[in-house]
């Protein structure tokens, strides 16, 4: 009986023992021990592949006629180090529209209005930075509409906003920021605006002493805490409000995050479009057949980026990816999402991607490089707000010209 029992016990410990060696091999760099994520989310992610979603049919075809003379504006919501600051000057520079939005050489706002001296697109590139720098989903709802509301005075009612992004990869994306703040960039003046106040220093301190964080290394970068970096997309296309803001006290942080990921999903199957950075001709053409609007020139994959060139060990790999997974998951959701879109518009359209640009579009080249990389390293945001570039150029309609001031996190 004895023997019986001890064959027992030591076949049930072996089991554990399995398991746990199993677990430590496996959740290298995924999700495990005290990380929060799902570990089929990271793991196909790092395999390469993509977890597969039930969409229907609502999610899989958005087109919408967009009559920019009327109630419609295109509001761009531009997250950093995901192509935003390109994507962005081609909607001011590239679009098919009339009248074209009116550019100055050396300002970086430009005038995009209606023949009805309306304004239809509403970003950084046209209007300023006007919610705060790089303003997030919870700060654009907040703020787009009662901003209209000012501007349109005896004008549009109704106005119908049509929101749209650009994602990247969660590890080049991260790493891409890293590589920006060690060049001197900060954000420091983004507001952080959730349910009527900005974030407070107690909420988001610093990572850094001093007007930059010029020079940090990749550990001193991972190693902030409050460092609004790690999973910055999920941050940025999710309700804040369903999760007290900037305050994480009191709520459990595995309900936080899941919460978070969960109202990103909902935020970005409700967005009018948004594209993949890595996908720049499936980005063109789901945004074409989507909203109606042609580029003139179009988009250019670019391959020659900063962290293109970085030396990028597994370690340090591994400690991004399980320290981002929020915006893994959230990446493997839209990527997912994305190409069931465009496999979707290829069928109902009757032709490829590949076939629109050589047989059914009039292929043009991109944007040259010279005005490309003329503002590859201002998505600082440095500046922007009321600063000399808004002298230049006139106030929208109904706008008095005051300054916005930024506030600190």
């Not at 300023?128 to 901003?147: F, I, N, R």
Request: proline residues 2%.
């Amino acid at each position: 009986m004895n023997r019986t029992w001890f064959l027992v016990f030591s076949f049930l410990v072996a089991i554990v023992l399995f398991f746990i060696i199993f677990a430590f091999y496996s959740c290298t760099g995924t999700t495990c021990f005290g990380v929060v994520g799902k570990p089929e989310y990271v793991n196909a992610f790092i395999k390469g592949q993509l977890v597969k979603h039930s969409f229907t049919s609502h999610d899989l075809q958005r087109e919408r006629t967009l009559n920019l003379e009327g109630k419609d504006v295109i509001v761009y919501l531009h997250m950093q180090k995901t192509g935003g600051a390109t994507f962005g000057r081609h909607l001011v520079h590239n679009l098919d529209v009339d009248p074209p939005c009116k550019c100055m050489k050396g300002v970086k706002k430009c005038v995009c209005l209606t023949k009805n001296n309306q304004v239809w697109l509403f970003s950084r590139h046209s209007v300023g930075w006007v919610c705060g720098l790089h303003a997030d989903w919870t700060e654009l709802k907040s703020c787009v509409d009662p901003w209209f509301q000012r501007i349109d005075k005896g004008g549009r009612k109704d106005r119908r906003y049509h929101y749209i992004t650009m994602l990247r990869d969660p590890v080049k994306r991260f790493f891409s920021e890293w590589q920006h703040v060690n060049r001197g960039a900060t954000w420091a003046g983004a507001r952080l605006h959730c349910n009527g106040r900005d974030a407070t220093l107690e909420e988001v301190p610093f990572c850094f002493h001093g007007e930059d964080w010029e020079g940090v290394t990749f550990s001193e970068f991972v190693n902030c805490k409050s460092n609004l970096a790690f999973n910055r997309m999920t941050r940025m296309l999710g309700n804040l409000s369903r999760v007290n803001c900037y305050n994480t006290t009191g709520l459990d942080e595995d309900l936080r995050s899941k919460t978070m990921v969960e109202s990103a999903k909902e935020n970005l199957l409700d967005f009018a479009f948004f594209g993949i950075l890595e996908e720049q001709s499936k980005s063109q053409f789901l945004f074409e057949h989507t909203l109606g609007i042609r580029f003139i020139n179009a988009l250019e994959q670019r391959e020659n980026t900063h962290v293109a060139k970085l030396k990028m060990t597994k370690e340090m790999v591994n400690l991004v990816i399980r320290t981002n997974q929020q915006d893994i998951e959230l990446y493997q959701f839209a990527k997912d999402l994305f190409y069931q879109r465009v496999a979707n518009m290829e069928k109902r359209l009757g032709y490829s991607v590949q076939e629109y640009f050589h047989l059914y579009r009039d292929h043009q080249g991109g944007l040259n490089s010279r005005e490309e990389e003329s503002d590859l390293e201002d998505d600082s945001g440095m500046g922007h707000g009321g600063g000399g570039d808004e002298k230049k150029l006139p106030h929208y309609p109904g706008e008095s010209g005051a300054s916005q001031s930024n506030h600190s996190q």
